[in-house]
T-cell receptor, first 114, second 113 residues
Framework: KQEVTQIPAALSVPEGENLVLNCSFT??????LQWFRQDPGKGLTSLLL?????REQTSGRLNASLDKSSGRSTLYIAASQPGDSATYLC?????????????FGTGTLLAVQP | DADVTQTPRNRITKTGKRIMLECSQT?????MYWYRQDPGLGLRLIYY???????NKGEISDGYSVSRQAQAKFSLSLESAIPNQTALYFC????????????FGPGTRLTVL
């Protein structure tokens, strides 16, 4: 059974710092990996999608990498800003039954201090 | 306007009541999903639908049912609500197996007393 773990559960950094969020998964047979941002009282916003054949994706100050063989993904945020404060969720697309089922981690709560 | 909308946004109900949560999308996607989010457990899949004639159970479907009224509408029902169904419920869509990025609605916060 696929399990997704995100470490750390919470992170506080000063504004301007570069930071890395980690995601690990137990079964390398995934078809994609998606990073989301969740703000209080709001839904999930898709940040980056990495297909299983890709190694990384970039959007603005965000860069996500994928290493299927080691079961790891990282989300790199450059020059963090207070507006980046949110919960970041990692989800892997599981092949079981071709369902496009996403298996979620429990998230990293990020606080960027001004 | 949001691409994926959910109604209501908040609901308080009593044990034993039947309630329906609704999801609508304007993205033109065939695939729709219902998830619930509980603190410390992440999001878990309840039901999913690949088109209007296709309904499938997810990992935690007991106590729930769904209806796919049209390509754009996917409703989740709690037949007889119980307190441990108190959670944040999300609807999501995706275009196809190949175009598989999922897009989420704003969520419905449900409290069962």
């Amino acid at each position: 059974k696929q399990e997704v773990t995100q470490i750390p559960a919470a992170l506080s950094v000063p504004e301007g710092e570069n930071l890395v969020l980690n995601c690990s998964f137990t079964d390398s047979a995934i078809y994609n990996l998606q990073w989301f941002r969740q703000d209080p009282g709001k839904g999930l916003t898709s940040l980056l999608l990495i297909q299983s054949s890709q190694r990384e994706q970039t959007s603005g100050r965000l860069n996500a990498s994928l290493d299927k063989s080691s079961g790891r993904s990282t989300l790199y945020i450059a020059a963090s800003q207070p507006g980046d404060s949110a919960t970041y969720l990692c989800a892997v697309g599981d092949y079981g039954g071709a369902t496009n089922k996403l298996i979620f981690g429990t998230g990293t709560l990020l606080a960027v201090q001004p | 306007d949001a691409d994926v909308t959910q109604t209501p946004r908040n609901r308080i109900t009593k044990t034993g009541k039947r309630i329906m949560l609704e999801c609508s999308q304007t993205k033109g996607h065939d695939r729709m999903y219902w998830y619930r989010q509980d603190p410390g457990l992440g999001l878990r899949l309840i039901y999913y639908s690949f088109d209007v004639k296709d309904i499938n159970k997810g990992e935690i479907s007991d106590g729930y049912s769904v209806s796919r009224q049209a390509q754009a509408k996917f409703s989740l029902s709690l037949e007889s609500a119980i307190p441990n169904q108190t959670a944040l419920y999300f609807c999501a869509t995706s275009e196809s197996f190949e175009l598989n990025e999922q897009f989420f609605g704003p969520g419905t916060r449900l409290t069962v007393l």
